[in-house]
């Protein structure tokens, strides 16, 4: 039996239709038109018979499904999928079931010029949301990858037209031109590689070094109490390669996995003048001042030129003293008196230290900007408050 399949017409009536002699059963709706899309196979029934089968597409991407077993005969009409091409020229649609982009161009016999190109590819395979398009191309000389070639782009955005011809653009890589510049604009474009990697390594935490004044040691000299040990810790870094070249790297993690242990310090305070303990006082303002030490010894006054440096590398000043530093560390807020309360130097700042103080001669030395003003502090007992 033989059916013209490229003739064939079926009409939803609800009803069985006959057509030479198989029973066709009608879909939902009306099929307009089918086209016979394999040639006749056959194969064997259950009952040891042979059926011959034949596939069809509907125009409108219905399914209807005939047979008539007397004649041991399949007709199968399959879904088509409207294909829409468009270019300069205009819309074309075909159907098709399936294929690739190259025969639905040849379906709507359309043959693509030198300067003309189609997205997707023509080695594409058809899906039912498939649309394609036409576009001029342009030559490009494109540098990417350690190669340099003239190269034909769809006149779109440079990003989508280098991933339309196979570059393959990640949205971190850099190109020489914005990603939405048109391909119409440019004459060149570089693209550089962009690549994240993560690292991680051990490294060492440096412990921190903890002084404890001491009478038990002599003044001016120091004792390890306890020995200093390095922590160590798994850092883990995003490295940034461009074109496999590492440019720039971030710490994204930082896990300890051994704690670092203080090293311990004893400055010796054996031989200094009397010490107190924490407490407050009033200053010549009226304001009760909170201190955590008080250093009760010898004061004396220096002077220097404008501009001269200090041992912590500030310029001397009026409220900067030199002290030991074994003692009074570099830094601390101090008030100083003297003893009797009849001269008060004020607020200082220890930056500076000398002789007479590494020798416990003298337990802070007051600067002042003129010689006079150092002769008129001479040498005084003095309280030296360590504040809060």
């Known amino acids: 039996m033989t059916i013209m399949a490229n003739k064939l017409r079926i009409v939803k009536t609800a009803i069985a239709l006959t057509v030479a002699a198989a029973v066709i059963i009608a879909s939902a709706i009306t099929v ?17 018979e042979s059926t011959t089968t034949v596939e069809y597409e509907l125009s409108d991407g219905n399914l209807v499904v005939c047979k008539n077993d007397n004649f041991n005969l399949d007709v199968k009409i399959i879904d088509a999928n409207e294909i829409t091409i468009t270019s300069d020229s205009g819309t074309q649609v075909v ?56 190269v034909k782009l769809p006149r779109i955005n440079v990003y989508d037209a280098l991933n339309a011809v196979g570059y393959k653009v990640d949205k971190n890589d850099i190109l020489s031109v914005s990603n939405d510049n048109s ?42 109490k306890t020995e200093g040990k390095s922590g160590e810790k798994i850092v883990t870094r995003e490295i940034k390669y461009v074109d496999g070249k590492a440019v720039s790297e971030k710490v994204v993690s930082e ?6 242990v203080d ?6 305070t054996k031989g200094a003048a009397s010490s107190g303990g924490a407490g407050t006082f009033t200053d010549s ?14 004061g004396t006054a220096y002077t220097a030129p404008a ?13 900067g003293v030199a002290v030991n530093p074994n003692i009074i560390p570099y ?47 001479g040498r005084r007992d003095v309280k030296v408050y360590v504040l809060v």
């Open 95 to 150: 159907y098709m079931a399936k294929g690739t982009v190259s025969d639905a161009l040849d379906r709507a016999d359309i043959k693509l010029s030198d300067n003309e190109m189609c997205i997707p590819s023509a080695d594409y395979e058809i899906k039912s949301d498939t649309q394609i398009k036409i576009y001029k191309t342009k030559d490009v000389t494109v540098t990417a990858d350690g190669k340099t070639k003239t």
């Open 183 to 224: 391909v119409n604009d440019i004459s060149e474009v570089t693209l550089k590689r962009v690549e994240y990697k993560t690292k991680s390594s051990s490294e060492k935490i440096a412990f921190d070094t903890v002084r404890k004044n001491s009478d038990e040691v002599a003044l001016g000299t120091t004792k390890v």
């Open 307 to 319: 501009g001269a440096s200090t041992a912590t590398g500030v310029p001397a000043y009026h409220g």
């Open 32 to 48: 307009v038109a089918a086209v016979q899309t394999t040639a006749a196979d056959k194969t064997t029934s259950s009952r040891g």
């Open 263 to 268: 090293e311990v310090v004893l400055v010796g």
């Open 331 to 377: 830094g601390s807020k101090l008030y100083i008196v003297s003893t009797d309360g009849s001269f008060v130097y004020g607020y200082a700042t220890a930056v500076d230290t000398g002789g007479a103080l590494m020798d416990g001669s003298a337990i802070v030395d007051c600067f002042y900007n003129t010689y006079n003003e150092c002769v008129n502090f």
């Open 255 to 260: 896990k300890t996995v051994k704690e670092p």
């Open 285 to 298: 303002n009226g304001a009760t001042v909170a201190y955590s030490q008080v250093l009760t010894g010898s």
